[in-house]
């Protein structure tokens, strides 16, 4: 369920930064390329994570 609030979120924002940026760089507005890059962004942002939280423990496990 984390994740599904992560994706949504990032969604609802990453539409209200392109609306944003769109309007002060003078352009319009492109809803499926500002759902795309957000899309994009969530997994990224969801899966780095995840993976810095694997590398931290096996780390542990060396220094121990």
């Not at 003078?26 to 500002?34: G, I």
Request: hydrophobic share 55%; proline share 2%.
């Amino acid at each position: 369920m984390r994740y599904v609030a992560v994706i949504f979120w990032a969604i609802v924002l990453g539409q209200v930064a392109g609306f944003i940026g769109g309007a002060l760089n003078q352009q319009t507005y492109n809803f499926q390329m500002t759902l795309i890059v957000s899309i994009i962004f969530a997994v990224i942002f969801t899966i780095i994570p995840l993976m810095l939280k694997d590398n931290s423990k096996d780390s542990q496990k060396k220094d121990a």
